[in-house]
Nanobody
């Protein structure tokens, strides 16, 4: 059974950094895709970043390009989101997602991922 557990959220001032981790278990191999989504109060869950070894791609939403970096530590079965130069508008619950069968065109879509973590709160104060 696939399980995803996020950690690393918290409160930070604008301009600061946070590092989110997602411990992944239950997949056979390392070619599954992982992604981060976020949901702010009163808004829909939105795509932030993804990495897919099987497709050889990494993608980011425009608002985080140059500030966030997604990576994988396959030896530890961990997906990482390094967030720098944080802004108040980055405040949200951040969710880790994964899929072993996702197709390229769905990498930035919620519907492409069939496994989700419980989320971790990120709050950026101004």
């Amino acid at each position: 059974q696939v399980q995803l557990v996020e950690s690393g959220g918290g409160l930070v001032q604008a301009g600061g950094s946070l590092r989110l981790s997602c411990a992944v278990s239950g997949f056979a191999g390392t070619r599954y895709a992982t992604a981060w989504f976020r949901q702010a109060p009163g808004k829909e869950r939105e795509f932030v970043a993804c990495v897919s070894p099987r497709h050889g791609v990494t993608r980011y939403t425009d608002s985080v390009k140059g500030r966030f970096t997604i990576s994988r530590d396959n030896a530890k079965n961990t997906a990482i989101l390094q967030m720098d130069s944080l802004k108040p508008e980055d405040t949200a619950v951040y969710y880790c997602a994964a899929s072993g069968t996702i197709i390229l065109s769905q990498l930035t879509s919620r519907s492409g991922y069939n496994y989700w973590g419980e989320g971790t709160q990120v709050t950026v104060s101004s």
